[in-house]
């Protein structure tokens, strides 16, 4: 059984960094993007950012881009955020998503999911 557990959110003060970790198990994607959404209340889930599988390349929501970092770790079966200069506005519940074969920009394009993890960034 394949399974996401991401950890890492929490309260923060509106400037404040957090780190998200995503780690995977029941199934190796070291040959698979990975991502990350986001949902906030009362609005759709939309992209945060990718990785493909190799860690070359990254893409990010304009929204995070300076702001938020994404790695990956092949043999720690995981993936990663930073979070920096964190502002009201970020706060989400944050997912992890793997399996994609592509650039992973889109919901579609996974396979897996997981639980999510509350981030709430005060001002």
């Known amino acids: 059984q394949v399974q996401l557990v991401e950890s890492g959110g929490g309260l923060v003060q509106a400037g404040g960094s957090l780190r998200l970790s995503c780690a995977a198990s029941g199934r190796t994607f070291s040959k698979s993007t990975m991502g990350w959404f986001r949902q906030a209340p009362g609005k759709v889930r939309e992209f945060v950012s990718t990785?493909?599988?190799?860690?070359?390349?990254?893409y990010y929501a304009d929204s995070v881009k300076g702001r938020f970092t994404i790695s990956r770790d092949n043999a720690k079966n995981s993936v990663y955020l930073e979070m920096h200069s964190l502002k009201p506005e970020d706060t989400a519940v944050y997912y992890c998503a793997a399996g994609a074969t592509g650039w992973g920009i889109y919901e579609s394009e996974y396979h897996y999911w997981g639980q999510g993890t509350q981030v709430t960034v005060s001002s």
């Open positions: 990785i493909t599988w190799s860690g070359e390349r990254t």
